[in-house]
């Protein structure tokens, strides 16, 4: 595995975000949004196999080497919407692609339908619409909300007395990990500090959504995209998990390619990463 990238520090109006960029000068542009509690790193397997792509792999906010937001913001995926779309502008992609995994499929998919006329394709792994919620659980879902937040303030970031045990805790998380897959993550989302090491991330991001979206809300975003979309869906993922998905998705204008392998099948071994590549390099540049 070998990627020669360049680092990038991005000055948003509101956050300063890390990135680094890969591929030709002249490739398509794309934008890689990782998942939650990722980093950039989780497309270090992928882009290496993926050919003609100008490649920008940001760190969202929050995560990796990227600036926390400031105290009193919240982590919104609309918020993580507008930093994507704010990143293509400051490198004046006014059409651009988006590659997505997890919570980044999500907001790619959510800033496609936002701005349908920005997007030239839309490239997602194992998941495409946010969570969502009955309308008769919002105040409730709200409720759990502020008190999650009210307890979080005396809460500490655990430190893990060596960075070993720090990888461990990754694949242990509630999304796991392969070992090898939790290495690739520590080497942009683990710091030292006194004690020992702790991951960058901000704690905030486990705090639960104040609001989510209705079912109907949210596939009205996919029905406005008027690019193609490929997802791929790994056979041990989420998407398999959720009863009535594949029922929604047949009704969609989806290209869907489902392939062996966990949550992160591109990132836990070089296999499921190439099965990913090949799929999208025939989606990026069709016969």
Same mark, same amino acid.
């Given at each position: 595995?070998?990627m020669?990238?360049e680092?990038?520090?991005l000055?948003?109006?509101?956050? #300063?975000?890390?990135?680094?960029? +890969?591929? !030709?000068?002249?490739?398509?542009?794309?934008?890689?949004?990782?998942?939650?509690?990722?980093?950039?790193?989780?497309?270090?397997?992928?882009?290496?196999?993926?050919?003609?792509?100008?490649?920008?792999?940001?760190?969202?906010?929050?995560?990796?080497?990227?600036?926390?937001?400031?105290?009193?913001? +919240?982590?919104?995926?609309?918020?993580?919407?507008?930093?994507?779309?704010?990143?293509?502008?400051?490198?004046?992609?006014? /059409?651009?692609?988006?590659?997505?995994?997890?919570?980044?499929?999500?907001?790619?998919? %959510?800033?496609?339908?936002?701005?349908p006329?920005?997007?030239?394709?839309?490239?997602?792994?194992?998941?495409?619409?946010?969570? $969502?919620a #009955?309308?008769?659980?919002?105040?409730?879902?709200?409720?759990?909300?502020?008190?999650?937040?009210?307890?979080?303030?005396?809460? /500490?970031?655990?430190?893990?007395? +060596?960075?070993?045990k720090?990888?461990e805790?990754?694949?242990?998380?509630?999304?796991?990990?392969? /070992? #090898?897959?939790s290495?690739?993550?520590?080497?942009?989302?683990?710091m030292?500090? !006194?004690?020992g090491?702790?991951?960058? $991330?901000?704690?905030?991001?486990?705090? !639960?959504?104040?609001?989510?979206?209705?079912?109907?809300q949210?596939?009205?975003f996919? #029905?406005?995209? $008027?690019?193609?979309?490929?997802?791929?869906?790994?056979q041990?993922?989420?998407?398999?998990?959720?009863?009535?998905?594949?029922?929604?998705?047949?009704? %969609?204008?989806?290209?869907?390619?489902?392939?062996?392998?966990?949550?992160?099948?591109?990132?836990?071994?070089?296999?499921?990463?190439?099965?990913?590549?090949?799929?999208?390099?025939?989606?990026?540049?069709?016969?």
């Amino acid at each position: 595995m070998s990627m020669q990238v360049e680092e990038v520090r991005l000055s948003l109006p509101h956050i #300063e975000l890390a990135a680094h960029i +890969s591929g !030709p000068e002249d490739g398509l542009p794309v934008l890689a949004v990782h998942g939650w509690m990722d980093n950039a790193m989780s497309f270090a397997r992928l882009i290496p196999k993926l050919h003609g792509l100008r490649i920008v792999a940001v760190d969202l906010a929050g995560h990796g080497y990227s600036d926390h937001r400031p105290p009193g913001a +919240s982590y919104l995926i609309w918020e993580y919407v507008a930093d994507i779309l704010q990143v293509a502008d400051q490198f004046g992609w006014e /059409r651009f692609s988006l590659l997505g995994h997890s919570m980044g499929a999500i907001v790619s998919t %959510l800033l496609t339908g936002t701005m349908p006329h920005r997007v030239e394709r839309l490239a997602l792994i194992d998941a495409i619409i946010p969570h $969502t919620a #009955e309308p008769q659980a919002m105040a409730a879902e709200l409720a759990t909300a502020l008190d999650a937040q009210k307890a979080h303030g005396s809460k /500490r970031k655990r430190v893990h007395d +060596s960075f070993d045990k720090a990888i461990e805790a990754r694949m242990k998380g509630q999304v796991p990990v392969n /070992r #090898e897959a939790s290495e690739l993550l520590a080497q942009r989302g683990v710091m030292p500090v !006194p004690g020992g090491y702790v991951w960058r $991330t901000d704690s905030r991001l486990a705090l !639960p959504s104040p609001v989510r979206l209705t079912l109907p809300q949210a596939l009205a975003f996919v #029905e406005r995209i $008027t690019c193609p979309i490929n997802l791929v869906v790994a056979q041990q993922g989420i998407l398999r998990k959720i009863p009535g998905t594949f029922d929604m998705l047949e009704r %969609l204008p989806v290209e869907i390619t489902e392939l062996p392998g966990r949550h992160h099948l591109h990132l836990e071994d070089e296999e499921g990463a190439q099965a990913v590549a090949d799929c999208f390099n025939r989606f990026f540049h069709p016969a």
